[in-house]
Protein backbone atom coordinates (compact mmCIF):
# COMPACT_ATOMS: atom_id res chain seq x y z
CA UNK A 1 0.00 0.00 0.00
CA UNK A 2 1.14 3.22 -0.84
CA UNK A 3 2.48 6.16 1.77
CA UNK A 4 -0.43 8.44 1.39
CA UNK A 5 0.02 11.96 2.95
CA UNK A 6 -2.07 15.07 3.31
CA UNK A 7 -2.14 17.23 0.50
CA UNK A 8 -2.32 20.17 2.67
CA UNK A 9 -0.07 21.25 5.08
CA UNK A 10 -0.05 23.29 6.89
CA UNK A 11 -3.68 24.23 8.01
CA UNK A 12 -5.78 26.60 6.25
CA UNK A 13 -5.39 30.60 7.80
CA UNK A 14 -8.64 31.19 9.58
CA UNK A 15 -10.49 34.54 7.90
CA UNK A 16 -11.17 36.40 11.34
CA UNK A 17 -7.62 37.12 11.72
CA UNK A 18 -6.48 40.12 9.80
CA UNK A 19 -5.98 44.16 9.57
CA UNK A 20 -6.47 46.43 6.88
CA UNK A 21 -3.46 49.58 7.09
CA UNK A 22 -3.18 52.71 5.19
CA UNK A 23 0.44 54.54 5.28
CA UNK A 24 1.87 52.14 7.18
CA UNK A 25 -0.51 52.79 10.17
CA UNK A 26 -3.83 50.60 11.46
CA UNK A 27 -5.84 53.00 11.79
CA UNK A 28 -9.17 51.51 12.44
CA UNK A 29 -10.16 47.36 13.40
CA UNK A 30 -12.82 46.28 10.82
CA UNK A 31 -15.08 42.90 11.60
CA UNK A 32 -15.65 42.66 7.83
CA UNK A 33 -13.67 42.63 4.29
CA UNK A 34 -14.88 41.64 1.20
CA UNK A 35 -14.68 41.94 -2.43
CA UNK A 36 -10.76 41.52 -3.05
CA UNK A 37 -10.69 40.04 -6.57
CA UNK A 38 -9.45 40.08 -10.15
CA UNK A 39 -10.50 39.71 -13.70
CA UNK A 40 -8.88 39.98 -16.89
CA UNK A 41 -11.23 40.02 -20.09
CA UNK A 42 -10.83 38.09 -23.27
CA UNK A 43 -11.18 38.62 -26.88
CA UNK A 44 -12.00 36.19 -29.90
CA UNK A 45 -9.82 36.28 -32.82
CA UNK A 46 -9.36 34.51 -35.73
CA UNK A 47 -6.88 34.61 -38.95
CA UNK A 48 -7.80 33.28 -42.06
CA UNK A 49 -4.98 30.66 -42.13
CA UNK A 50 -5.88 29.41 -38.58
CA UNK A 51 -7.98 26.15 -37.53
CA UNK A 52 -11.76 26.22 -37.79
CA UNK A 53 -11.66 27.62 -33.47
CA UNK A 54 -11.30 31.21 -32.18
CA UNK A 55 -8.35 32.23 -30.27
CA UNK A 56 -8.62 33.97 -26.95
CA UNK A 57 -6.30 36.62 -26.61
CA UNK A 58 -6.45 38.43 -23.29
CA UNK A 59 -7.70 41.93 -22.64
CA UNK A 60 -8.12 44.19 -19.47
CA UNK A 61 -7.42 43.56 -15.89
CA UNK A 62 -10.42 44.91 -13.94
CA UNK A 63 -10.46 45.12 -10.11
CA UNK A 64 -14.00 44.68 -7.68
CA UNK A 65 -14.48 47.34 -5.49
CA UNK A 66 -14.25 45.99 -1.65
CA UNK A 67 -16.35 46.71 1.15
CA UNK A 68 -14.75 47.22 5.02
CA UNK A 69 -17.37 46.60 8.08
CA UNK A 70 -16.61 47.88 11.49
CA UNK A 71 -18.53 48.92 14.72
CA UNK A 72 -18.87 52.58 14.20
CA UNK A 73 -17.03 54.61 16.93
CA UNK A 74 -16.03 58.50 18.35
CA UNK A 75 -13.29 57.60 15.20
CA UNK A 76 -14.86 59.69 12.19
CA UNK A 77 -11.71 58.81 9.86
CA UNK A 78 -13.55 56.78 7.49
CA UNK A 79 -16.36 59.32 7.24
CA UNK A 80 -14.12 62.50 6.87
CA UNK A 81 -12.40 60.35 3.35
CA UNK A 82 -15.94 59.92 2.19
CA UNK A 83 -16.84 63.49 3.00
CA UNK A 84 -14.05 65.01 1.30
CA UNK A 85 -13.74 63.16 -1.64
CA UNK A 86 -17.46 64.26 -2.00
CA UNK A 87 -16.78 67.65 -1.98
CA UNK A 88 -13.93 67.24 -4.87
CA UNK A 89 -10.60 66.37 -3.44
CA UNK A 90 -9.48 63.33 -4.77
CA UNK A 91 -7.36 61.52 -1.87
CA UNK A 92 -6.13 58.45 -2.98
CA UNK A 93 -4.55 56.16 -1.13
CA UNK A 94 -2.80 52.91 -0.66
CA UNK A 95 -4.08 50.03 1.38
CA UNK A 96 -2.62 46.59 2.47
CA UNK A 97 -5.02 43.88 3.70
CA UNK A 98 -2.44 42.10 6.02
CA UNK A 99 -3.92 38.00 6.88
CA UNK A 100 -2.15 36.25 10.01
CA UNK A 101 -1.57 33.04 11.13
CA UNK A 102 -3.29 31.88 14.59
CA UNK A 103 0.23 32.69 16.23
CA UNK A 104 -0.47 36.39 15.01
CA UNK A 105 2.36 36.22 12.81
CA UNK A 106 1.84 38.27 9.03
CA UNK A 107 1.20 35.04 6.28
CA UNK A 108 -0.45 37.28 3.01
CA UNK A 109 -0.04 41.08 2.55
CA UNK A 110 -2.36 42.39 -0.41
CA UNK A 111 -1.34 45.76 -1.66
CA UNK A 112 -4.05 47.99 -3.40
CA UNK A 113 -3.07 51.12 -5.18
CA UNK A 114 -4.94 54.77 -5.57
CA UNK A 115 -7.81 53.11 -3.10
CA UNK A 116 -10.77 55.52 -2.85
CA UNK A 117 -13.87 55.42 -1.07
CA UNK A 118 -17.37 55.05 -3.80
CA UNK A 119 -19.12 55.08 -0.79
CA UNK A 120 -19.67 55.10 2.90
CA UNK A 121 -23.20 53.87 4.49
CA UNK A 122 -24.58 54.24 8.34
CA UNK A 123 -25.43 51.66 10.60
CA UNK A 124 -28.64 50.59 10.19
CA UNK A 125 -30.89 50.75 13.43
CA UNK A 126 -32.73 48.22 15.53
CA UNK A 127 -33.92 49.31 18.91
CA UNK A 128 -34.81 45.32 19.22
CA UNK A 129 -31.40 44.29 18.92
CA UNK A 130 -28.23 44.06 20.87
CA UNK A 131 -26.11 44.11 18.07
CA UNK A 132 -23.33 46.42 17.20
CA UNK A 133 -23.91 49.32 14.47
CA UNK A 134 -22.11 48.63 11.64
CA UNK A 135 -20.65 51.40 9.16
CA UNK A 136 -19.57 50.29 6.16
CA UNK A 137 -17.88 51.98 3.17
CA UNK A 138 -16.87 50.71 -0.67
CA UNK A 139 -13.50 51.42 -1.88
CA UNK A 140 -12.45 51.17 -5.46
CA UNK A 141 -8.94 50.38 -6.51
CA UNK A 142 -6.84 50.52 -9.45
CA UNK A 143 -4.64 46.80 -8.84
CA UNK A 144 -2.63 45.24 -6.21
CA UNK A 145 -0.29 43.20 -6.23
CA UNK A 146 0.92 40.67 -3.11
CA UNK A 147 4.16 41.35 -1.11
CA UNK A 148 4.34 38.28 0.88
CA UNK A 149 2.38 34.60 0.85
CA UNK A 150 3.99 31.94 3.38
Given at each position: MPDIKPPHKPDPYHSYNFFVEWNGIIHAGFRQCTGLASTQNSSDYREGTDPLTMRKLPGL???TNITLQRGITNNDELWKWRQNLSR???DRRDISIVLL???GQE???WNLTNCWPT???APDFDATTDGAAIESMELAYEGFTVDKWS
Open positions: NSYGTVDQTKIRSWK
